[in-house]
């Protein structure tokens, strides 16, 4: 199992619909990939956690990296891990409310997720840290 997490910054803020619209590209195309993890969105700001075969994640990222909606990519880490963190494809954003969030299949509300809640510890791998992270500076709660 490899995983790999990255940064960028979105050229334009997204709207609801293409937020939508990526999240059902998203879990469409990861699942038939095999790969898991979390995106997530504010203000223009992603950080995404990919996790899978490596060959497939590092497919993907680099897919990801030629995709002109983004740009300042930055690989976070990247490595084999001896299980998932994330093993359901969620993407979190802020934009949406309450109610749209619940109606898309694989929305992960960050606010009530205990592991990104929980205060730092230092069993932490470096995806939970990075993820704990950016959804504090970006006041996501």
């Known amino acids: 199992m490899y995983q790999l997490v990255y940064l960028s910054s979105t050229v334009e803020l997204l709207s609801e619909e293409e937020l939508r619209a990526l999240l059902e590209q998203s879990r469409k195309s990861n699942m038939e990939l095999g790969v898991t993890g979390m995106l997530l969105y504010h203000d223009g700001n992603i950080i995404q956690v990919l996790e899978g075969e490596k060959l497939k994640v590092m497919n993907l990222y ?17 490595g084999e891990i001896s299980q998932r963190d994330f093993p359901n494809w969620s993407m979190g954003f ?19 997720h205990k ?3 929980a205060p730092d ?20 709660y």
Do not use: C, V, W
Request: avoid cysteine; charge should be positive.
């Open 62 to 78: 680099s897919k990801i990296e030629r995709d002109d909606r983004h740009r300042g990519i930055i690989r976070l880490i990247s």
């Open 94 to 112: 802020k934009s949406l409310s309450s109610a749209q969030y619940k109606q898309l299949l694989g929305y992960f509300d960050p606010a009530s």
């Open 115 to 117: 592991a990104l809640n």
């Open 121 to 140: 510890a230092a069993e932490d791998r470096a995806a939970l840290s990075l993820l704990k992270s950016f959804t504090a500076s970006n006041n996501i």
